[in-house]
Every structure is written in structure tokens, then in C-alpha cells.
């Protein structure tokens, strides 16, 4: 028995984590277990038209849409509702939230309407327990990745002398950290390092300002795709104030790029001996760690171990997702 339709339902199409993991559910095997469609919450609720739908929820959960998500839950009839947070994790709440005992009770609201709870990486799933946000038993571990097969064969660094060549993307917004990034940066000789930023979003004109003087640091528009942009550059930092996973650490390790990541939420589950860590938020030990990595000589070699440790990600979590989507097959039909 498969699933007639898995309707995906979100409330923002601009590009990001969201619409690219999205992308995954085209997978054949996944597609194998049902038409998968995309709803977008803003032109109305999608109703089940048979027996066997379910609902994924991509959307982040507030106080405002606690209706909506009842909505779903009661009258959209949907055997199963899954909810993947894309959003919110420990780091969120220590860098963004005043009242924690108001967030996480609007979280747990949230949650009792579906019936299974993603978290994208272990350190999420660990905080939602900790936090006492939903019942053991429907919280479940999957992580994100992206089918990164085209970056697997981009040329690994070949670095002898010069400037270590440090690229960043993703959106312009307070969460990812590039003005800690860039006043990093004015800190480090241009004989050391240059970074190359490339995104869009609301901080596009402070990041701007930030950088300007600045000989050493590039900002220009989003791309399409970033395979190019890997093949020029050394390393991704990825220095974000909170991050649920961080696809960007996923494609940046299949191209053989090291990462400087933060150590925080997600990304703590991609850094390994293959990468730079440093405190969230720490300008200096963000410079600390750019310095590190330009005076590596065996950044090649971590390129390399930051290759191997991405290849299976994509598998298993097609796996995961199979069967997850199995089990609720077999239980509608006992």
C-alpha cells in the first residue's frame, strides 16, 4: 500500500534550507511511496482526498498559527501529520528568545498536533527531550542532506602560497553570522586571507557598510548553484548564530572544501577533524580559526576526510525518510 498523496505545506517559496530540502522528496524512492505535492499555506488548507494522505509540515510553528496547525490536524483529515522543525533549536532560543517558558509552551502546543516531530540533527532532538517539548516517542531523528553526487568530483584544494581563499553564502540575515564573519576579517591581513560572500537577503546593505575598506573581502548577488563558486575557493566558513543542520556544510565537504563552522546546534554534528570549529559568536576565535586554517599545510588532507564523512548522508537519510513513510503504510493497512 502507498500513500496517494504527501502533501508538503509551507508558507515562504523563496529560496533556502526549506525549498532545497524539498527537493529530496523527488528522490524515486521516496516518490515510490506517493505523489508528493507542494501546498503553500497562503492560498488556503489543503484537505486529504483519500483514506491515506498525510501532511508534512515544513512551516515554522508560532503563536499565530496554533489555529492553522488545529486546522490541519482536525480538519484536514489527514491520517498522518509530520512536522519537520526547520527553525528553532537551543541555540535560537538562547540568542532570540526573552521568555523561554512562553516559547517553549507555544512549541508544545505545536507539537501535539502531529503526530511525529523531525529534528534535523542530533543536537535538536537532544535539546527538544531536554526541553520536555514533546513526548519521546514521536520525536525522530532524520537528518537534512541534499543529493551533492556533481560536487564529488570538483577538484580537491591545490594550495601552496598565497591568501587563503574563504567563501561564505546563504541568506543575508542576522542567523548566519557574516557580520561576525567580516569584522573577523578586518582583523586579518589581506596577506592572510580573502573571503568571497555571495547571498542575498535584509542584511545585503549593512554587510555592505561592513565590509566596505575592506581590499580583502568580496560581496556579490546569490547563485543559482554553487558548484562554481566552491571550485574557487579554499574553505566555507559557516559561522552562524544558531543553525538547525546547515546544508551549506554538506556541500561544501562534498567539494572537498573544509569548513570553519560555529560550534553550535547543528553544525556540531559536521564538525570533525576535517574542520576549524569556534565559539558561536566569538570574533576573536573566529579569527583564531581563519588564522588556523590559512597556516594548515595539511588542508588538502582535510578536504579529503571532509569528502569521505558526506558521501553516504544523502542514503541514509532517503533511508530514514523510506522508512519512516513504510511504517505508516503498513500501519494504515493492519
Known amino acids: 500500500m502507498s500513500y496517494r498523496r504527501i502533501v508538503h505545506l509551507i508558507d515562504d517559496t523563496a529560496m533556502g534550507g526549506v525549498t532545497r530540502a524539498l527537493d529530496n522528496f523527488s528522490d524515486p524512492r521516496l516518490k515510490a511511496l506517493g505523489h508528493h505535492e507542494v501546498a503553500d499555506i497562503r492560498a488556503g488548507l489543503p484537505k486529504a482526498s483519500g483514506p491515506d494522505d498525510i501532511a508534512v509540515i ?15 490536524r482536525f480538519r484536514g483529515r489527514f491520517s498522518r501529520v509530520i512536522l519537520i522543525e526547520h527553525t528553532y533549536t537551543d541555540g535560537f532560543e538562547r540568542f532570540c528568545v526573552l521568555n523561554q517558558a512562553r516559547f517553549r509552551s507555544m512549541l508544545r502546543q505545536a507539537y501535539r498536533f502531529a503526530d ?28 537534512q542532506a541534499r543529493n551533492v553526487g556533481e560536487l564529488m568530483n570538483l577538484p580537491l584544494i591545490q594550495r601552496s602560497t598565497g591568501p587563503l581563499r574563504i567563501g561564505a553564502f546563504g541568506r543575508f540575515h542576522e542567523q548566519k553570522g557574516f557580520d561576525l564573519l567580516i569584522k573577523a576579517m578586518s582583523r586579518i591581513s589581506p596577506d592572510t586571507a580573502h573571503l568571497h560572500l555571495a547571498g542575498d537577503g535584509p542584511q545585503m546593505a549593512a554587510l555592505t557598510e561592513l565590509a566596505s575598506g575592506l581590499d580583502h573581502v568580496q560581496i556579490d548577488e546569490a547563485f543559482a548553484s554553487p558548484k562554481a563558486f566552491l571550485d574557487s575557493v579554499d574553505v566555507v566558513a559557516i559561522p552562524s548564530r544558531w543553525e538547525a543542520f546547515g546544508l551549506v556544510g554538506s556541500e561544501a565537504r562534498a567539494a572537498g572544501r573544509p569548513i570553519i563552522a560555529a560550534d553550535v ?58 522508512g519512516l513513510l513504510s511504517e505508516d503504510a503498513q500501519a494504515l493497512s493492519a
Open 116 to 143: 511525529t516531530i523531525i529534528a534535523v540533527s542530533q543536537d535538536q532532538g537532544r535539546w527538544m527531550q531536554e526541553a520536555h517539548l514533546a513526548h519521546a516517542a514521536k520525536v525522530e531523528v532524520i537528518g
Open 58 to 72: 515544513h512551516f515554522t510553528a508560532n503563536w499565530r498559527k496554533l489555529p492553522l496547525l488545529a486546522n490541519i
Open 265 to 322: 546546534d547543528g553544525l556540531r554534528q559536521q564538525i570533525a577533524d576535517h574542520s576549524y570549529a569556534h565559539r558561536v559568536s566569538d570574533i576573536y576565535d573566529l579569527q583564531r580559526a581563519i588564522e588556523h586554517a590559512a597556516a594548515d599545510p595539511f588542508i588538502q588532507n582535510r578536504g579529503l576526510r571532509a569528502r569521505a564523512h558526506v558521501d553516504d548522508e544523502y542514503d541514509q537519510m532517503i533511508d530514514a525518510w523510506t
